[in-house]
């Protein structure tokens, strides 16, 4: 046997499994992240929404709900979208078939004035970011994590909000709404934030 | 090289004792090493690949979320394990994601990553590690890591190597110490028989110094070395004593020597004065049976003239006187004739030569038939008889032996007489037998002695020198004469002329010497 090799790399089986996961996960970043630097100048308003698609999935993986969030063991993870059509379509084609944290993800259209019941994630686009305030006020305590696009969103009481820094997606976080919805979010993600801002 | 049975016992020593030391160091160095090699191996790649699964765990955040310098931080941790010497990071498409290398490094990073894996690589340990997340691969991990192997076995044989030389060294101090009472002592032993053989000093002793084996073979030398010891002394007295012996012996041989040396010279002083005498004897028998012839014959003469002119005057008795005067005086001269044959004998030189004794027996016997004509005598003579002599003494031998033969054959009917040889021993003996009056072998001794007489002269006529003269003749040729008889049934006399071999040359003049 040959020690270097021994118990290291992939059992044959398991191996062409990860190749077939990978040349899926393959297809589906490319279609949604930058491939070079040339395409990342000319991003346009679309590629911007796939990639905060993506990220907007990924990040219920780092962000734990208090009990009573979901209704039963096998609820889904419903992300609520206002105001990001585009958002939402790329949305639902990265969600369908995937889970978070062992549930299945739906994706629910809002319009203003929905009521944000039954949510574990709520997007409010640009598009939305005059009634910005009253939303995020409606939600406040909730155990809902809220996700903008908007300056001074995290003063409004938003978790997370995305920024488009040297022409890249970023996103700065804050945890005092997050604490009073009793949402806690992994440091892991804190760690890929932009900024945090914390309670003072 | 020399061979190993030539070398001295402390080098032997040594060697045993370094050589194993040797082996068990060997022996145990590479097991510890080869086991060190191995465990450092599976450690290193164990550890190895737990940091990439770490390193992946931890940098799925900065994949996900497309953050290559949150990425570059996460990997930026490796500069606490300075074995690390490159680390990269390639997202889900395969492209370099964020890097990190040791300072003063120059690396290469693979432009594309592998399939997951562990490979040493030159003197680097080349691992590669996807990222799996959630069941999506979000990337690999690549980690180049010092492989130090090859430096652990250099520095192990650097190790080693102190290791052998102060094991060896302290191997060797051990010997040295060793040696005080394994080889010492045997050297001490070969030292002491060298020198015991060197001085012949065998008083000399092996201090034992230990009680085993070499402790041993110690008392077992002395104790040999006390023998030999005793052995050397006894021997040495015993010499002493055959030395005084011999000393002894010589001293008497050579006291025997100058004993014997003076006897010859008192026997050869006696027979000068013998001889002397002896011829001065033969000188006057000589002239005295000389001087007497004269008037023997004068008185012979005036009696047969006495016979001649006045026979008719004289009375009958003094007729008869005068016929025994004549007699007497006949009887007379055939003494004095006898007394100087004898004598001549003793004095004439020895002429030998080869003698035909056969024709001279022959002649002998003609002249007695001539003499005697009628008397019948049976003679037989042997032919061929030779032998190396003088032929006159030769003939006197012959004259009187076969004359005494037919005297003493004269009353025989049936006379007899033989002349003749035997062999013996390679010695010729001559012979002459008669069927005669024979003689008492009490008296064979007297028989060759002068005017020795076995017979009354009325019987047989004689004079009794004609022995004596055979006799002396007999042994001036270097033989012997004998006799054998037998009263009235006849006699033998043997004699033999050549030296006998196994008698000393001298032997023949002791005989004479005897005779005189």
Same mark, same amino acid.
């Given at each position: 046997m040959d020690p270097l090799n021994s118990g290291i790399g992939p059992s044959p089986r398991s191996r062409s499994v990860g190749r077939a996961l990978g040349a899926c996960a393959l297809a589906a970043v490319v279609s949604i992240l930058p491939v070079d630097q040339s395409r990342a100048q000319s991003e346009d308003q679309a590629s911007e929404y796939r990639v905060k698609a993506a990220f907007l999935y990924k990040f219920g993986s780092y962000v734990e709900w208090p009990?009573? @969030?979901? @209704?039963?063991?096998?609820?889904p993870v419903v992300i609520g979208v206002i105001g990001a059509d585009a958002l939402a379509e790329e949305l639902a084609q990265i969600v369908a078939g995937r889970s978070v944290n062992g549930r299945p993800v739906s994706v629910r259209r809002l319009r203003a004035?929905? *009521? *944000?019941?039954?949510?574990?994630v709520l997007f409010i686009g640009r598009e939305h970011a005059g009634r910005l305030a009253e939303i995020l006020a409606s939600v406040k305590g909730r155990p809902l994590l809220t996700v903008t696009e908007s300056d001074q969103a995290l003063d409004l009481g938003s978790v997370i909000n995305f920024v488009v820094v040297d022409d890249k997606v970023r996103f700065d976080v804050a945890l005092v709404p997050a604490e009073l919805g009793n949402l806690r979010i992994s440091a892991r993600l804190l760690a890929v934030a932009r900024k945090v801002v914390k309670p003072s | 090289m020399k061979p190993l049975g030539s070398l001295s016992l402390r080098r032997k020593l040594f060697g045993i004792v370094l050589l194993t030391a040797l082996v068990a160091l060997i022996v145990a160095l590479g097991a510890i090493v080869g086991y060190d090699l191995r465990i450092y191996h599976r450690s290193l790649v164990s550890d190895m690949t737990t940091q990439a699964e770490l390193l992946g765990r931890t940098t799925v955040p900065a994949l996900a979320f497309d953050d290559p310098k949150v990425a570059a931080e996460n990997l930026s941790v490796l500069r606490f394990r300075p074995a690390v010497s490159a680390a990269a990071l390639y997202n889900a498409r395969g492209a370099i994601f964020a890097t990190y290398k040791r300072r003063d490094e120059h690396i290469q990073f693979p432009a594309l990553p592998e399939t997951d894996g562990i490979r040493i690589e030159d003197r680097d340990l080349i691992l590669f590690r996807r990222i799996v997340s959630d069941g999506e691969i979000l990337g690999t991990v690549y980690l180049r890591a010092d492989y130090e192997l090859f430096d652990r076995v250099l520095d192990y044989l650097g190790i080693a190597a102190v290791v052998l030389g102060a094991a060896l060294a302290i191997a060797l101090l051990v010997a040295m110490w060793m040696e005080r009472f394994v080889t010492g002592p045997v050297l001490a032993i070969a030292e002491i028989a060298r020198e015991v053989v060197g #001085?012949?000093?065998?008083s000399r002793r092996a201090a034992k110094l230990s009680s085993d084996e070499v402790g041993t073979l110690v008392d077992a030398f002395n104790d040999m070395l006390a023998e030999i010891d005793r052995r050397t002394v006894e021997l040495e007295a015993s010499n002493a004593r055959l030395a005084r012996e011999i000393e002894e012996r010589s001293r008497a041989e050579r006291e025997v020597l100058r004993l014997n040396a003076e006897l010859e010279n008192r026997v050869r002083e006696r027979t000068v004065q013998l001889e002397t005498a002896n011829k001065e004897l033969e000188a006057f028998s000589y002239s005295v049976s000389h001087d007497l012839r004269a008037p023997l014959r004068s008185i012979d003469g005036f009696g047969q003239a006495l016979i001649d002119d006045y026979a008719q005057d004289l009375p009958e008795p003094a007729r008869r006187y005068l016929d025994r005067i004549r007699s007497s005086t006949k009887q007379m001269g055939l003494l004095i004739e006898g007394l100087l044959n004898l004598a001549r004998v003793s004095r004439r030189q020895l002429e030998r030569r080869q003698v035909d004794l056969s024709e001279i027996a022959k002649q002998v016997v003609n002249g007695l038939q001539q003499r005697e004509p009628d008397r019948a005598v049976e003679v037989s003579v042997w032919d061929g008889m030779r032998a190396e002599g003088d032929a006159h003494l030769l003939y006197a031998v012959l004259e009187n032996l076969v004359g005494n033969a037919w005297k003493f054959t004269?009353? #025989?009917? #049936?006379a007899r007489v033989e002349i003749g040889a035997l062999r013996d021993r390679g010695h010729t003996i001559f012979y002459v037998r008669d069927n005669g009056a024979g003689f008492d072998m009490t008296y064979a001794d007297k028989l060759?002695? /002068?005017?020795?007489?076995?017979? /009354?002269v009325s019987d047989y006529t004689g004079t009794g020198i004609g022995l004596a003269t055979v006799q002396r003749i007999v042994h001036r040729h270097g033989g012997r004469i004998w006799a054998e008889a037998e009263v009235g049934k006849g006699a033998v006399f043997y004699f033999t002329l050549a030296l006998d071999e196994e008698r000393p040359a001298g032997m023949a003049s002791d005989a004479e010497r005897a005779d005189g």
């Open positions: 009990d009573g @969030a979901f @209704a039963r063991e096998d609820s004035g929905d *009521p *944000p019941v039954g949510l574990q | #001085k012949r000093d065998y004269s009353k #025989k009917d #049936k060759f002695g /002068a005017f020795q007489r076995l017979h /009354a």
